[in-house]
């Protein structure tokens, strides 16, 4: 069955930018109409969303990260990834990545850590 | 502060029922958009348990059950048992086109 799995850097420094793919294994990526999207959690806290692209290519993203994010797909590698810019101490948490077909996440990554220090 | 409030915790014995409301506003859940559920173990990855608004994905009990009604959601829980103590959470797409949350909710099973 189709898998998903987050990697990148355990540990960015201020102001540098973050980034993250999320390798989809067992299925193509470019198979079938989903949306894949990032979410967030810091230690302790709730589930924050980050912003989905779309099969098509088109993106959505949380207001709250203003012009910090972008999320793309690679269709060669069967991944998508994710941008997150200008990172402050505040970024730091285990971020999920995802897909939904409509606006439910039905599968999920297993998480990878990021801090943000220097 | 979550789009979606829902109450930091509830706590009940084994065998009992526990409902979990989701309070959202005319962009989300009153806008009719679905509202689905999650729960989220220690140190796991959260797991859809209802999608829209009602529906079980294969292999959840039918212990647990959702509802919808103007701007609010509930997440039902029936015969409590202790491996359902967990963090649960709402979640609902928004006018603004964008993914919405709540702040999530512990369940503790005495």
């Known amino acids: 069955q189709v898998q998903l799995q987050e990697s990148g850097p355990g540990l960015v420094k201020p102001s540098e930018t973050l980034s993250l793919t999320c390798t989809v294994s067992g299925g193509s990526i470019n198979s079938g109409y989903y949306y894949w999207g990032w979410i967030r959690q810091p230690a302790g806290k709730g589930l924050e969303w980050i912003g989905r692209?779309?099969?098509?290519?088109?993106?959505n993203y949380n207001p709250s990260f203003k012009s910090r994010v972008s999320i793309s797909t690679d269709s060669s590698g069967n991944l998508f990834s994710l941008n997150l810019r200008s990172v402050t101490a505040a970024d730091t948490a285990v971020y999920y990545c995802?897909?939904?077909?409509?606006?439910?996440?039905?599968?999920w990554g297993q998480g990878t850590q990021v801090t943000v220090s220097s | 502060q979550s789009v979606l409030t829902q109450p930091p915790s509830v706590s009940a014995a084994p065998g009992q029922t526990i409902t979990i409301s989701c309070t959202g506003s005319?962009?989300?859940?009153?806008?009719?958009?679905?509202v689905h559920w999650y729960q989220q173990l220690p140190g796991t990855a959260p797991k859809l348990l209802i999608y829209d608004n009602t529906d079980r994905p294969s292999g959840v009990p039918d212990r647990f059950s959702g509802s919808k009604s103007g701007t609010s959601a509930s997440l039902t829980i029936t015969g409590l048992r202790a491996e359902d103590e967990a963090d649960y959470y709402c979640?609902?797409?928004?006018?603004?086109?964008?993914?919405?949350f709540g702040g999530g909710t512990r369940l503790t099973v005495l």
């Open positions: 005319s962009s989300n859940i009153g806008a009719d958009f679905d």
């Open positions: 979640q609902c797409y928004d006018d603004r086109l964008t993914v919405v």
């Open positions: 995802a897909r939904a077909l409509t606006t439910d996440y039905a599968l």
């Open positions: 692209v779309y099969t098509s290519g088109s993106t």
